[in-house]
């Protein structure tokens, strides 16, 4: 199983962009998906959270009322949509599977990554 995010690009501050998340089969019976993002010489942080079975949906603070994650259980997918975005939300932005319901928003509770695609937000 793989996960393939794409959807990233140059946007000017203001603008949406989103990204998606294709796993090429189920994951491995996860639990859910999240979204995380890294800045060179920086901690990748979580971003935003999804539970396969019920849908029940987590944010990061820096993202909340910009930021909207969505699944589509059917096609294995996992969508991020970014709007009002902002400088500080350029990053490197990852999907990742968790076969664990706590500590959602730890590296550490991820077990399957995709490649990353990049987010730049110019000013």
């Known amino acids: 199983v793989q996960l393939q995010a794409s959807g990233g690009g140059l946007v000017q501050a203001g603008g949406s962009l989103k990204l998606s998340c294709a796993a090429s089969?189920?994951?491995?019976?996860?639990?859910?998906m999240g979204w995380f993002r890294e800045v060179p010489g920086e901690e990748r942080e979580f971003v935003a959270r999804?539970?396969?079975?019920?849908?029940?949906?987590f944010y990061a603070d820096f993202v909340k009322g910009r930021f909207a994650i969505s699944k589509d259980t059917a096609k294995n997918t996992v969508s991020l949509q970014m709007s009002d975005l902002k400088p500080e939300d350029t990053a490197v932005y990852y999907c990742?599977?968790?076969?664990?319901?706590?500590?959602?928003?730890?590296?550490?509770?991820?077990?399957?990554w995709g490649q990353g695609t990049q987010v730049t937000v110019s000013s």
């Open positions: 999804i539970s396969w079975r019920n849908g029940i949906i």
């Open positions: 990742a599977a968790s076969k664990s319901s706590l500590n959602w928003d730890l590296q550490g509770s991820y077990d399957l």
């Open positions: 089969g189920h994951p491995f019976n996860s639990v859910g």
